[in-house]
């Protein structure tokens, strides 16, 4: 399995090209070393920090693997045979279109009550109702209440909220940008602005793949050269059809003055064969 570690800057909108929008997340995932590896077990650092910033627990691990200080280290099984101690990850060890589990931990909201925490309803808000308005109600359980004198495991209650290691599976790997050592990741991940995520290959869905072509400058640039080919193509078009359209024109109107022409020479020639009529028989 690929695994890498990196921080979530935020969440942006991206259009492919046939102009679906696509909603993405953009990690930013600095080169992570490996530290040691032992059978199929990797030990990763990420970001490295000052020494002055260590305990001497810390200084010493360091030390002994004869590696510089990182802020964060993780060990992941099943790593890839290939990798070795001493290697550089980077964001291209993702291909494009690779389906991944991305790993972090959500947003902390505090102490937060049983109707945010479970979106319980809220009870009647008329005066008069009793209990208070976003009171939660019986956590009673058995018959009538005269069974299990306690509170069950996993009673929804209220109590802190958020701030949980949650892993979304199966998302997909829109572009790996190595120049800015970021991923682009299609649909959202857990945890705040500048939390450290892991992302890792899928598990559910190994070797699946959905590849997107988003809009990058290139390609807009390509569209856009394009969309100017085609527009002189349908100027040329429309030039062309209007020349026709007036050659026609011009072709009718030359048709109606012939035909006018010889309608007003028939008409002549019959006022001159009439006019000879007359002068002969004016003659008898």
Known sequence: MKYIIGRKLGMVQVFDVNGKLLPATIVRCEPNKVISKKDNTITVGYQEVDENKLNKPQKGHFKKLGVKPYKVITEFANAEANVKANDVINVNAFEKGECIDVQGVTKGRGYTGAIVRWNFKVGPKSHGAGFPHRYQGSIAFGRGGSQGQRVPKGKKMAGHYGHE????????????????????????????????????????????????????????????????????????????????????????????????????????????????????????
Do not use: C, R
Request: without cysteine; glycine residues 4%.
């Open 165 to 284: 290691t949650v892993t979304i599976e199966n998302l997909t790997v829109l572009e790996p940008v190595l120049k800015w050592d970021i991923l682009i990741i299609l649909g959202a991940i857990p945890g705040p602005k500048n939390g450290t995520v892991i992302i890792k290959s899928s598990m559910k869905k190994q070797g699946a793949k959905k590849e997107y072509t988003i809009i990058s400058k290139e390609i807009k640039e390509d569209i856009l050269k394009a969309n100017e080919a085609l527009e002189d193509k349908e100027a040329v078009f429309e030039a062309n059809k209007e020349a026709e359209a007036a050659e026609k024109q011009k072709e009718k109107a030359e048709a109606q003055a012939k035909a006018a022409a010889a309608a007003k020479a028939e008409k002549e020639k019959a006022a001159a064969e009439a006019n000879k009529k007359e002068a002969a028989e004016a003659k008898k």
